[in-house]
């Protein structure tokens, strides 16, 4: 399988907790981005690395919020202790051709 | 600010009839529109996109028509089948033609069921 892999696919924890998700992108994809979708809600961008430096991050991504891609490859995204309100669905997705997201399975964080 | 609009939750409709999913967006800067399906538990799946240049693109079953002026888009599925059932959502983003970040901004999406 050579898509968007993501790990864990779920995470419960409790509030306080620090949590930490990995994104494997498709290995010819040098964009990747991090998503957060909560309940009826569509996907919301949150940061975007082209190769190892990222590029952009939205105003959603609290100073509890870090994400990297130390060699340009896999990514990680951490969250600092963690509310309830962090509970949500986080995609990861990498950027293909003809200017196409493709996205992983999603890590569900459930925050207790 | 909710940029790209998708009014309706849901939509049922009989396998073999066309479904049509609408959206429509308020940021004149968007220049390219995608959909995109997801099952529960998956992540969203690439379906089918088009560029502010044109006003129509087909795949298969699944055509989108994209009305500039109306800053409305939508996407027919002709004939539906029960495994189309999903949620779909609309997304676009600015830059198309370079130097674009490739951010994109979804709708809520739409609950299609196709009814065997």
């Known amino acids: 399988d050579t898509g968007v892999s993501q790990d864990p696919r779920h995470k419960i924890t409790k509030r306080g907790q620090n949590v930490t998700f990995r994104c494997d992108p498709i290995s010819e994809h040098n964009r990747l981005y991090w998503y957060r979708q909560t309940l009826g809600q569509g996907p919301e961008f949150l940061t975007y690395f082209q190769n190892e430096a990222q590029l952009e991050k939205s105003r959603l991504l609290s100073d509890r919020f870090s994400a990297e891609r130390p060699k340009g490859s896999f990514s990680t995204l951490e969250i600092q202790r963690t509310e309830q309100g962090d509970s949500a669905m986080y995609l990861c997705?990498?950027?293909?051709?003809?200017?196409?997201?493709?996205f992983g399975p999603g890590t569900r964080l459930t925050v207790l | 600010d909710q940029q790209v609009k998708q009014n309706s939750p849901s939509l049922s409709v009989q396998e073999g009839r066309i479904s049509i999913l609408n959206c429509d967006y308020t940021n004149s800067m968007f220049d390219y529109f995608l959909w995109y399906k997801k099952y529960p538990a998956e992540g969203p799946t690439f379906l089918i996109s088009i560029s502010s240049i044109k006003d129509k693109n087909e795949d298969g079953r699944f055509t989108v028509f994209l009305n500039k002026s109306a800053k409305h888009l939508s996407l027919h599925i002709v004939p539906s089948q029960p495994g189309d059932s999903a949620v779909y959502f609309c997304?676009?983003?600015?830059?198309?033609?370079?130097?674009?970040?490739?951010?994109?901004?979804f709708g809520k999406g739409t609950l299609l069921t196709v009814n065997p």
């Open positions: 997304a676009a983003s600015v830059g198309y033609s370079g130097g674009s970040n490739y951010k994109l901004t």
């Open positions: 997705a990498s950027k293909g051709s003809p200017d196409v997201l493709f």
